[in-house]
């Protein structure tokens, strides 16, 4: 087989780009340590840095067959504007999701207030920068917090995003603070919604997937990341008997290629419900794309290329070539 065949691309509906560098650096301990070196590295990134190197992720996104992503972004202001001309300079699309981080974390993660993060959210769409609100997480926002942001986003049309559910500690302390676990809380705060994207819902219990089903909101998974973070398997039986809408993320950019997710997505879910064929292709296919431009509120996003010839479609049926590219392929079957 020769010629190409275009596909719509995929779209990446969660990144941290400076993350990238970790890669190989920091194996070993869990979560929470993995945590304290991604903070040392945050701690010392310059906007000079974030620019040059968000540019590099961003085209190895785009060689993997990714056309636009979602950059959850909690490392400053000035950050912020050297990762839109990052990905200006590769050419991918981009939406900035600007997080809001009330506390914890760094000094360079947190605004003063809830008013101050929403007047950067406001200087941001001024200058024509596209945007997303993104309260980091239930850890980092307080109550108030999540009022605010979840009535602006509404008012705004703005989509929200919001890591949850992602670690166990993070539900229980929660649940200590609140009473109420993470999807709860954001449920009660005006933050669910067809807008919201929840990142993770690893550990969502039976209850919070309801609630994410009845709001309309969807899910990003982040397969590789979560694989090598060691945060379990998503609920994909509940979320798929909801018909919750689902999305793909590259997250800290552990590995950078939309059919390892997307197969990964669905070995999970081959060896949790001991069947075979659980999401069928053309649904993968679109959880990696549309899924990905849905959660971004994109309503287009540049296509992708496959290369026919290449060596891993040899032999290939044509009408085989979609499975084949997820079940078989590597990111590197995109021109
Ligand atoms: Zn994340």
Redesign the pocket.
Known sequence: MSGSLRLPGFVDA?S?GFQRALRGRVEGGDFWAWRESMLDLAGGLTPGQVREGYARTYRELLAAGYTAVGE?HYVGLAEAGAAVEAAREAGIELLLLLAAYGRGGLDRFRQASVGDYLGQVEALRNEGVRVGVAPHSVRACPRDWLELIGAYAEREGLVLHV?AD?QPREIEECLAEHGLRPVELLAETGCLGPRTTI??GTHADEPELDLLAEHGAGVCI?PT?EANLGDGFPPLEGLLARGIPLSI?S??NIRIDPLEELRELEGVARRLTFRRNVIPVDELLAIGSAGGARALGLEQWPDVEVDLGHRSLTGVEPGDVPAALVHGCGADVFR
Do not use: A, P, Y
């Open positions: 969660h941290h959850f890591h992602e990142v993770h982040c990341t993320g997250d800290s």
